[in-house]
């Protein structure tokens, strides 16, 4: 596997499931990051993990709750959610040197979520 | 505020035709840093460039050219001699204060 991996591709669930996403990383970089990409808007941060450690919430609901278990593997379970949830999930990675901003980000191919 | 606007939500050209993404960013801060993702129907955004503030170089790369003017706070994206595998959404975006800033994205239908 090379580059930034993600599972499923598609997911179908109802209101009331629990079910995660998984996203790995194969680049040997140090942060990762969920988004959120819904049709007609745009793209939006929603967690950020840095050496494992989570950085940025951006107001995400907590019926979204993010896991970092080291830093190839990042998780993203899903439990409760709401039909307006639906969207594609894009998990990204990225090498962050001390004192840079960020460098280039890496993406997976996205998990399509439908919420019925 | 920090802002990206990429105001042609669509475009269509034939196939060989040149065409240019316009993206005009909004920041106060003088170090930033700016990007360009290309996210093709599968769906998966692929880096295309990053392009540092102090850098007011245009960039070239294959068909591919990147044009910075910091006095306009524009950063367009050319296509030179189109192909239908241009066919995709662009995405300009804005680092600044470790905030990673997105444009709504350009739809380019390239057609043969």
């Known amino acids: 596997e090379t580059g930034v991996t993600q599972t499923p591709r598609h997911l179908v669930m109802g209101m009331t499931n629990k079910k995660s996403l998984k996203c790995e990383q194969h680049?040997?970089?140090?942060?990762m990051y969920w988004y959120k990409q819904s049709a007609k808007k745009p793209l939006e941060l929603m967690f950020v993990?840095?050496?494992?450690?989570?950085?940025e919430n951006n107001s995400v609901p907590s019926r979204f709750s993010p896991e970092c278990p080291n830093s190839s593997h990042l998780f993203l379970h899903l439990h409760t959610l709401q039909p307006e949830d639906s969207a594609l999930y894009l998990c990204?990675?990225?090498?962050?040197?001390?004192?840079?901003?960020?460098?280039?980000?890496?993406f997976g191919p996205g998990t399509r979520l439908t919420v019925t | 505020a920090q802002k990206v606007t990429q105001a042609q939500t669509e475009i269509s050209v034939v196939e060989k035709e040149d065409v240019t993404l316009d993206c005009v960013y909004e920041t106060r801060d003088t170090t930033y840093y700016l990007f360009w993702y290309k996210q093709p129907p599968s769906g998966e955004l692929v880096f295309l460039i990053r392009?540092?503030?102090?850098d007011e170089q245009n960039e070239i790369s294959g068909r591919y050219s990147w044009n910075f003017q910091k006095s306009t706070s524009s950063f367009n994206f050319t296509i030179t001699a189109s192909q239908v595998v241009d066919s995709a959404v662009y995405f300009c975006?804005?680092?600044?204060?470790?905030?990673?800033?997105w444009g709504a994205g350009t739809k380019l239908i390239i057609k043969p």
């Open positions: 990204a990675s990225s090498q962050r040197a001390s004192g840079e901003q960020w460098s280039e980000q890496y």
């Open positions: 392009r540092n503030s102090f």
């Open positions: 993990y840095n050496f494992k450690e989570q950085t």
């Open positions: 975006a804005l680092n600044s204060n470790y905030q990673l800033i």
């Open positions: 680049l040997g970089h140090n942060a």
